[in-house]
């Protein structure tokens, strides 16, 4: 069955970086479309980056844009999020999920499944 | 960029009430709405894409309408499993964006 698998999580001092994976599984990786989406403690989704299937196009919510880079290895079938100058607001649960693919993406409709279980970056000193 | 507005942000019903949950958006984003259901310690799960498609495996009571500018969730006989969060997300124009949610509460 597809899985998503996020991976990299942990507890981080303000200003240091943190890599996350999320390894996908039953689905055909290369083809779709990959995001990052975060919820902080008790809030709502925050929608952070989208990669095309094949890493040539890449968008970020203006939230992370500098600090975070999405990127994908699709040898691995793994997507990765580098984050780096974390912020206390950046503690959340991080969600990796599979864009809808063909011509869902490709005309901009861009829903969003399936989710992995996400992966818990706690921002502290 | 595009401001969504989701209401209510919290709302309180019966099992067998009708429930309507609605997003609102700053522009013209044709049908590109979708909404997301998300019950505590758990991922968001897909319900409604492209504002009226239900997603396979997904209740009959639910459904999704509107175009444009406007757009609803309609649960017609509220279910105790139905307690949850409720979200809309926007895609359009390279843009992507949640509403602010709606948190459901059985009563």
């Known amino acids: 069955q597809v899985q998503l698998v996020e991976s990299g999580g942990g507890v981080v001092q303000p200003g240091r970086s943190l890599r996350l994976s999320c390894v996908a599984s039953g689905f055909t990786f290369s083809n779709f479309p990959m995001h990052w989406v975060r919820q902080a403690p008790g809030k709502g989704l925050e929608w952070l980056t989208i990669?095309?299937?094949?890493?040539?196009?890449?968008n970020y919510a203006d939230s992370v844009k500098g600090r975070f880079t999405i990127s994908r290895d699709n040898s691995k079938n793994t997507l990765y999020l580098q984050m780096n100058n974390l912020r206390a607001e950046d503690t959340a649960v991080y969600y990796c999920?599979?864009?809808?693919?063909?011509?869902?993406?490709?005309?901009?409709?861009?829903?969003?499944?399936?989710w992995g279980q996400g992966t818990l970056v706690t921002v502290s000193s | 960029d595009i401001q969504m507005t989701q209401s209510p942000s919290s709302l309180s019903a019966s099992v067998g009430d009708r429930v309507t949950i609605t997003c609102r958006a700053s522009?013209?984003?044709?049908?590109?709405l979708h909404w997301y259901q998300q019950k505590p310690g758990k991922a968001p799960k897909l319900l409604i894409h492209?504002?009226?498609g239900l997603e396979s495996g997904v209740p009959s009571r639910f459904s999704g309408s509107g175009f444009g500018t406007d757009f609803t969730l309609t649960i017609s006989s509220l279910q105790p499993e139905d307690s949850a969060a409720y979200y809309c997300?926007?895609?359009?124009?390279?843009?992507?964006?949640f509403g602010q949610g709606t948190r459901l509460e059985i009563k």
């Open positions: 492209a504002a009226t």
């Open positions: 999920a599979s864009n809808c693919g063909g011509d869902c993406y490709s005309s901009g409709y861009n829903w969003i499944d399936p």
């Open positions: 997300q926007v895609s359009y124009s390279d843009f992507i964006t």
């Open positions: 522009q013209y984003i044709r049908n590109h």
């Open positions: 990669i095309s299937y094949d890493g040539t196009n890449i």
